[in-house]
């Protein structure tokens, strides 16, 4: 079993800029693609960005330019640096980790950190 732990959200003007971690620990055999989705109140959850166990970045149109996801292989850490944040940005964002196990490839989540843009 993984376990994914986000920290970093909270309230932040428009404008503004926040940086989400989500370190993974527990039974690591070597985590492929990380990421970030968030849900926002009455909507599903979407992809804001992922990146490969190589650190190519994929983003949704919404935030490409403005949001940059990084990672560090040897913490198991992804990383969203989020500027230029809208209200339409608010939501409950959730890491997501990959992982190849003798039974398969397996997906894990976070348990979601806040994030609110308002003034």
């Known amino acids: 079993q993984v376990q994914l732990v986000e920290s970093g959200g909270g309230l932040v003007q428009p404008g503004g800029s926040l940086r989400l971690s989500c370190a993974a620990s527990g039974t690591i055999f070597g985590i492929n693609a990380m990421g970030w989705y968030r849900q926002a109140p009455g909507k599903e959850r979407e992809l804001v960005a992922t990146?490969?166990?190589?650190?190519?970045?994929n983003y949704a149109d919404s935030v490409q330019g403005r949001f940059t996801i990084s990672r560090d292989n040897a913490k198991n850490t992804v990383y969203l640096q989020m500027n230029s944040l809208k209200p339409e940005d608010t939501a409950v964002y959730y890491c997501n980790a990959a992982q190849l196990e003798p039974r398969g490839l397996k997906y894990y989540w976070g348990q979601g950190t806040q994030v609110t843009v308002s003034s």
């Open positions: 990146i490969t166990s190589r650190g190519s970045p």
